[in-house]
Nanobody, 115 residues
Framework: QVQLVESGGGLVQAGGSLRLSCAASGINVSINAMDWYRQAPGKQRELVARITSGGSTNYADSTMGRFTISRNNAKNTVYLEMNSLKPEDTAVYYC?????????WGKGTLVTVSS
């Protein structure tokens, strides 16, 4: 059974930083593409960052240069380092992976950026 558990969210002032973690079980983060999504109040869930099995990374235009996705294979954990945070980054952040045709999601962690 795949389980993704996010942590690291919280309240931060604009310009600050946070690091989110996604601890995975039931899959191997080194061979699965892993994503971070976010959903702000009243908005659709959007892809923030992706790391492929080969280690390539992709980012949403709004986060490029500020966010960094990475993984620790030994800990089977994926991270999202967020710098220069803006109030518009406020959202619930979700870890995601695709197993065969099954979308697997964590329960999310709330990030609130105050102005």
């Amino acid at each position: 059974q795949v389980q993704l558990v996010e942590s690291g969210g919280g309240l931060v002032q604009a310009g600050g930083s946070l690091r989110l973690s996604c601890a995975a079980s039931g899959i191997n983060v080194s061979i699965n593409a892993m994503d971070w999504y976010r959903q702000a109040p009243g908005k659709q869930r959007e892809l923030v960052a992706r790391i492929t099995s080969g280690g390539s990374t992709n980012y949403a235009d709004s986060t490029m240069g500020r966010f960094t996705i990475s993984r620790n294979n030994a800990k089977n954990t994926v991270y999202l380092e967020m710098n220069s945070l803006k109030p518009e980054d406020t959202a619930v952040y979700y870890c995601h992976t695709l197993v065969a045709v099954l979308n697997c999601w964590g329960k999310g962690t709330l990030v609130t950026v105050s102005s």
